[in-house]
């Protein structure tokens, strides 16, 4: 049954206040109990009815669906033209300008924008838009802001079998993408239904990547070409080198062969400075460093074996597993390896042996990250095992500043690219540790929580305003860095020089006294060896040496019978002199 009630009320009554009174219950519906309706229900006997004098809440969950965007590109091209008029035919072209310059209103627009143009032009001779007027002024005051790190996107790897992010490379121009090289790097863990596959991402959409790198192997490292951000090379799981054109699709465009690539997988490689931009090197742990013309990717234009003994034995050689190169050096790069050591080399030396210059040693486990400090290139950063050092290519003994040892295994590190005394490390804890030397030495500025698995690589944005890590499960996080971090102090550069110079002075000191001390060991064991041989030349018997022993005993007693006596005697004048 339908219960209607229809309520009136007059048109300028419409929104005046209700003026309520009192009045008596008036019966408006009576609706009878209906017995055939009583089958439906069980009656409850007892009824207990408790009632909460509370407010009784409830609560709601709602979420909503992600917003899923896609990039989409358009080209332009020239335009305005009429239908019938080709704008690739000179002569249709021309004709027609002609006819639109007789037209009566040509002259009044033209004049018309002219006034406007003579205003544009007249600003531009007053002041130059494109000069930069405060390029000097480039340092600010120091930042009151206290340093932090907030997270602003999370990329996760689209595939079911998740592997580790195992390189970072930002796009050279505006950096808005994102390259993310995917591998699994666990020996023999990996899986067939692993995908092989990489991707690029546009750092505003985590949705979805934005161009999918197919490799016939994983991809251990991936790098934008800093001269054409289309391309960019990367080293395999399985040695080779390829690399791609995005314009091209997903397909590498051109590998190297099996039999003239790499043994291991390639840990790295860098674009090098040269008119072409197309040459490259890699390192892997196989103990060789290739150089390559992508134009010709059949076999490397040069080969460098690390044997520390500069043989040229790929048996004995070290195993690379990071590299340095600085676009201000040409000639010189540095090589991380598996034992520890850094190798740095010349690439312009006559011979093979003369490439391999000198080693740094100071760590106990593979270098995993060896960058040189941007603005200044002798002073370099490693990580590896649980500390990060910083060095000077004047001293090979030992690192300058060095970080106290941590809990957790250090996975990768960075300078930062605004800052020479700020860099970054990240630890297998997920855990990344900003650091500023000139603030203070002994424990990070910052330490950020980033994930809960171990974090693996690590990118700074080139204005060093964001920052990509890359985890052990495929997860890249992207960090913004508050401002301190990443706008230059105040005298922050004479402050830097003055203490790496500081450094380096105590080390070459502390180098010196040291190689005092073992010159002044080695004379001593060589006089003792001397002293050893003498007493061996005049021995002396049995007998011999007993009596001396017996002479050397009676005089010892009776030096002391008569010290004895001196003293009894002594005592006894004293005595009288009392009395």
């Not at 932090?148 to 050279?172: G, Y």
């Not at 930062?416 to 030397?437: A, E, H, N, Q």
């Amino acid at each position: 049954m339908e219960i209607v009630y229809v309520y009136t009320k007059k048109r300028n009554e419409f929104g005046r206040q209700c003026n309520f009174s009192d009045r008596s219950a008036e019966l408006h519906v009576d609706i009878l109990p209906d017995p055939s309706l009583a089958v439906n229900f069980i009656e409850r006997d007892p009824c207990d009815v408790p009632i909460q004098c509370t407010q009784e809440m409830s609560e709601h969950e709602v979420n909503t669906e992600r917003f899923e965007s896609d990039t989409r590109g358009i080209n332009h091209v020239e335009g305005g033209w009429p239908k019938d008029v080709n704008p690739h035919e000179m002569e249709q072209t021309i004709r027609f300008r002609k006819k639109v310059e007789k037209d009566e209103n040509y002259i009044s627009t033209v004049m018309q924008l002219g006034n406007n143009m003579e205003h544009c032009i007249k600003q531009n001779n007053a002041i130059d838009i494109y000069r930069e007027y405060f390029e000097e002024e480039e340092v600010v005051e120091e930042s009151e802001v206290q340093p932090s790190a907030k997270t602003i996107n999370v990329f996760r790897d689209p595939n079911e079998v998740k592997r580790t992010a195992s390189s970072l490379s930002w796009h050279p121009d505006g950096s808005r993408k994102l390259a993310v090289a995917y591998s699994s790097l666990e020996f023999q863990k990996v899986s067939k239904d692993m995908s092989l596959n990489s991707y690029i991402w546009d750092i505003e959409n985590p949705n979805k990547p934005e161009m999918t790198l197919k490799p016939v192997s994983p991809l251990v490292c991936l790098e934008y070409n800093p001269k054409d951000c289309h391309i960019l090379v990367g080293g395999s799981y399985n040695g080779q080198i390829a690399y791609w054109d995005t314009r091209k699709g997903s397909q590498p465009v051109e590998m190297s062969t099996i039999e003239h690539s790499h043994r291991d997988p390639v840990y790295r490689v860098i674009w090098l400075q040269s008119k072409t931009g197309t040459d490259t090197f890699s390192a892997s742990t196989d103990g060789q460093v290739l150089w390559w013309d992508i134009r010709k990717m059949s076999e490397p234009t040069e080969r460098l074996i690390l044997d520390p003994n500069k043989k040229g034995n790929l048996d004995n050689a070290l195993g690379a597993i990071s590299l340095e190169f600085e676009t201000t050096m040409p000639t010189k790069f540095m090589v991380g390896t598996e034992q520890g050591l850094v190798v740095s080399c010349n690439r312009k030396a006559k011979t093979p042996a003369e490439k391999i210059v000198c080693m740094y040693s100071g760590h106990h486990g593979p270098i995993y990250a060896l960058q040189r400090n941007p603005f200044f290139p002798k002073n370099f950063l490693t990580v590896a095992d649980w500390t990060a050092r910083i060095w000077s290519e004047d001293i090979k003994e030992s690192s300058i500043m060095w970080t106290k040892y941590h809990t957790a295994y250090l996975s990768d590190g960075s300078w930062s690219p605004v800052r020479p005394s700020v860099f970054f490390t990240i630890k297998m804890d997920g855990t990344l540790d900003v650091w500023d030397f000139l603030f203070k030495q002994n424990d990070p500025t910052l330490s950020v929580k980033v994930c809960d698995e171990a974090l693996n690589s690590l990118r700074v944005q080139d204005n060093g305003h964001f920052l990509a890590c890359g985890s052990q499960l495929g997860t890249v996080t992207l960090l913004e860095i508050s401002s301190g971090l990443c706008t230059l102090q105040k005298n922050e550069k004479a402050l830097a020089t003055a203490m790496f110079e500081r450094e380096t002075k105590r080390e070459k000191i502390l180098e010196a006294r040291h190689r005092e001390m073992r010159l002044k060991e080695r004379s001593r064991s060589e006089q003792s060896k001397e002293e050893d041989t003498k007493e061996g030349d005049g021995e002396e018997s049995p007998e011999e040496l007993i009596t001396r022993i017996e002479k050397d005993f009676y005089e010892i007693v009776e030096a002391e019978l008569k010290k004895r006596d001196k003293g009894e005697e002594k005592k006894v004048a004293d005595a009288i002199k009392s009395d």
